[in-house]
């Protein structure tokens, strides 16, 4: 049992955004243990595209996500991960398409920027015949998660942070947590286990709203003619992300796709792709909600990503590495921010952009809950 300290964190869940808690406290100078029931991350943060997709995000999703970016970049150098600053390509392949991007561009923040055919094809390896146009967007980021979240462990032990693998918590009271081998006490507990916290905490889950999220993807070899230079999003991208999708204009390619393809409509299809530095194609990825969603995915989906990437690359056939099934938190709003008890708080990203805007939403929440610190402080 540790000893019932003020200055001891303890954070529930080892995804991103309870290693973002545990980031921020240990920069200023408290005591950390971070508490997992897994062996090492498999969550949600690890079975993601590796896209920070900063610029596409609005409101409060895009305060976190520019604080992120600076967490980011600097954890890259500090943990030794890769990571580029690549840039978002987009790809037009219809006139309503371009008029979501053309109105995008007005918004005032001069972070998106349009681009011709040539331009596309010229970093991305994409059949001519498929284009129209594209757009840039400035300040996003790539990482490969299988390898930043690992680094990010090792970088956070070595900085003293106490990690508890294959240790489940049982129940969070101010002041402590009970676990499978024993109570810790600490003077500010954090929640951050994403979609498990109808396990923990199922009243405030209840309340709120928040369901699972699957996303089936795979990652895929394919013989591709020259690299693709920065995740690449598409149309059906630009109904999902909030920058973009409250725009009148995205309103008209709703409509269109939805009438076109609806089997894809059916599948909430976010169709986009990352290349890993192996070269390598993660791609998906299809959205399915539920309290519990089953565990069975239909094969339909994993074909119409495999259709879809064969007629948007200049490729014949690619050749299948990997399928897994994602999941993550669900709710009506972006974020999950409560503090059902004094010295306890309850954090999450309940949509999909959780390695975009996690690392911020938890430096926001622990500059609430602790002593103010500067992104400039070392670690101790």
């Known amino acids: 049992m540790s000893a019932a300290r003020a200055d001891v964190v303890v954070v529930v869940g080892s995804g991103i955004v309870g290693l973002g808690a545990a980031y921020a406290s240990v920069r200023r100078g408290l005591s950390v243990i971070v508490v997992d029931r897994t062996e090492t991350p498999v969550g949600s943060s690890i079975r993601n595209f590796g896209h920070l997709c900063i610029g596409a995000q609005t409101g409060e999703a895009r305060e976190y996500a520019d604080l992120a970016r600076e967490l980011w970049l600097r954890l890259a ?3 030794g991960f890769w990571l580029r600053e690549s840039g978002t390509l987009i790809a037009a392949r219809h006139d309503d398409e371009l008029a979501v991007l053309d109105a ?3 918004d005032g923040r001069g972070d998106i920027r349009l681009i011709d055919a040539d331009e596309v094809l010229r970093r991305a390896p994409l059949r001519p015949e498929a284009l129209r146009g594209g757009a840039v967007i400035a300040p996003d980021l790539q990482v490969d ?3 930043a979240v690992g680094a990010i462990v090792r970088h956070l032990a070595s900085a003293g942070v106490g990690f508890r693998f294959r240790t489940s918590v049982t129940a969070v009271v101010p002041g402590r947590i009970e676990t499978t081998r024993g109570p810790i006490d600490a003077g500010q507990v954090v929640v951050a286990v ?8 199922p009243e405030i889950a209840e309340r709120v709203g928040i369901v699972r999220c699957t996303l089936d993807m795979m990652r895929v070899a394919a013989d591709l003619p020259g690299p693709l230079e920065a995740p690449l999003l598409t149309g059906w991208s630009l109904v999902r992300y909030g920058r973009f999708a409250a725009l009148d204009e995205t309103a008209a390619l709703r409509r269109r796709l939805h009438a076109q393809r ?3 409509a059916a599948l909430d299809l976010n169709q986009m792709y990352t290349q890993l530095p192996d070269g390598s194609l993660i791609l998906g990825d299809s959205h399915a909600k539920a309290v519990q969603p ?3 995915q239909p094969e339909a989906a ?6 879809e990437a064969v007629e948007l690359f200049d490729v014949d056939r690619v050749r299948v590495l990997e399928r897994w099934q994602g999941v993550y938190a669900s709710g009506p709003q972006e974020f999950l921010r409560e503090t059902p008890a004094d010295g306890v708080i309850v954090i999450a990203a309940t949509t999909g952009i959780g390695m975009t805007c996690g690392l911020g939403l938890a430096e926001s929440a622990m500059a609430d809950a602790l002593i103010p610190t500067t992104l400039t402080e070392a670690l101790s």
């Open 104 to 106: 995008a561009t007005r």
């Open 145 to 147: 998660p299988r390898e």
């Open 77 to 79: 150098t500090d943990a």
């Open 302 to 307: 994993f074909e119409s990503f495999l259709d």
């Open 194 to 201: 994403n979609h498990d916290i109808d396990q923990l905490m």
């Open 294 to 296: 089953g565990p069975f």
């Open 262 to 264: 609806p089997e894809l």
